[in-house]
């Protein structure tokens, strides 16, 4: 391969990531948190950070060790090196931001529970070398915190008329959306959203 | 007596007033993935249960007695999710020698358990809130069947929602979403059952 359709094929992993298989509005993977974490914007900015973290540095890590991990004790492993960097994460999202961590703290511990994390893994980084591993992880990590801030951002600015704490709207808001129900009634309706934006804008594009 | 009524109330609390898919957004892979049929439901619940419970009694002798005394705390989360990993391969491998009959019925929810984040949130949590042994059980006794009931509500209503004219974009996953946002509403009723 030479070096421009490299480029290329980086710039479509990322693609790839935040449109064709976004982690919580193609995939519905990874649910947990972009409900939890997403009355607020701040903490939603925090996450998808903290996920963008560990999803390069697993897949740099797996890519790296490939040839050495015998293929039957692979998920064993996996998971060792996922855990291994979330409590990385972890520890360090204790000591820098702790009013973030605070309410976000036990959803940054489950990031290991994570599918989408682990399916990367498996399907990709254990197979390519580390540059394409290092993209696809940034662009999974990327559709991942897209999904998180669009949530949050609209949660945030309709459920309390703020945005990162400040106020926005000076109007009665509505509380509903900040609840946990109204959680996932903002994930429906932006999953239908994106749904019919993907399929107006994005299908014939992508068939070239 | 106030022992045995605390303890209840912690049931009742893990359960219905925080339950953790309507309030703590837990295991919501798995909530949308198996309730689609009541059979798989039941079969998820059934296994769920029981996993939870025996991984979280693991999980608090391990922390009590292993990890305090080494002051290793910080390991906890690669030491749980390695006892929750190894329990579901352990209870997979001996329930096909020993009960073939039920693993063919439950065998496959058991390798979609590891997968769960309740079961790891449950042993967390109840390390985090510093409960006792049996308060420990209790709490994943209460989130297992909080679980349960989630499941089989959600697709009571699914096997139903099959057969509505829902909007082209809505179809699956964004219909489950706000069918669950309603039962989450009703939820919120349960929030004054207990005294904080």
Redesign the interface.
Known sequence: MSATTEEISYWELIKNGILKENTIFKL??????A??VTNNLKNGVFMGAAVIFVQVMVNVTISAMRKFIHPRIR??IF??VI??W??VV??GMDALVPDVYRSVG?YI??I??F?SI?ARAEMFASKNTIMPSMFDGIGMGLGFLVALVTISFFRELIGKGMLWGVPIINAKPLL?LV???????A???L???F??MY?KYFTKGNSH | MTEFVKLFELLISASLVNNFV????????IF?GVSKKMETALGMSVTFTAVMMISTAISWIVYKLIMVPLNIE??M??VF??IV?GLVQGSDTIMRKVAPALYYKLGIYLALIS???I???VP??SV?NKYSFIESIVFALGSGLGFSLALIIMASIREKLELADV?K??KG??????V???I??AF?GFAGLIKH
């Open positions: 519905a993977l990874s649910l947990c948190p409900i939890a998920l064993p998971m060792l855990s291994g979330v409590t972890n520890l036990l511990q489950l290991v529970a599918a682990l509903i609840l946990p129900a109204g959680g996932f009634f994930v429906g309706i999953m239908a959203a749904n019919w399929a | 309507f309030t703590w957004f837990l295991g919501l892979c949308f910080f390991l989360i690669i999710i390695g990993a997968t769960n984040c079961i790891l949130a967390l949590m985090g909007p974009y809505f996953l964004p219909m489950a979403f706000v669950t946002g309603m989450a509403l919120t």
